[in-house]
């Protein structure tokens, strides 16, 4: 998995490439969590992303939660058919604020 990172004034944008799984989450929870924590809006992008596993969905939940103690805003953007069905399957789209 590639990870783009782009920041613009209080917005923070990482764009995925790939697949987040088991191999490729823990690459992405450092960055993530960092940008939830310090920029007023952290921005998902997985107009590149291909496949998300369980513990993939454990980094975006982390994520969340550190959003909301921190008071920034998360959201996914560009989520395919395919991984917006899992998010419905998992409970995730009534968590995650998706674009």
Request: glycine content about 6%; proline content about 1%.
């Amino acid at each position: 998995m590639d990870i783009n990172v782009t920041t613009n004034g209080g917005e923070r944008v990482l764009a995925l490439n790939g697949r987040l799984d088991t191999l490729t989450s823990s690459e992405l929870q450092s960055p993530l969590t960092e940008a939830v924590e310090t920029c007023e809006r952290t921005v998902l992008d997985f107009e590149e992303l291909e496949y998300i596993s369980s513990a993939g969905l454990r980094v975006l939940l982390l994520a969340e939660k550190a959003a909301k103690a921190a008071g920034s805003e998360f959201v996914v953007r560009n989520v395919s058919d395919e991984i917006l069905e899992i998010f419905e399957m998992t409970g995730f789209s009534d968590i995650l604020k998706i674009e």
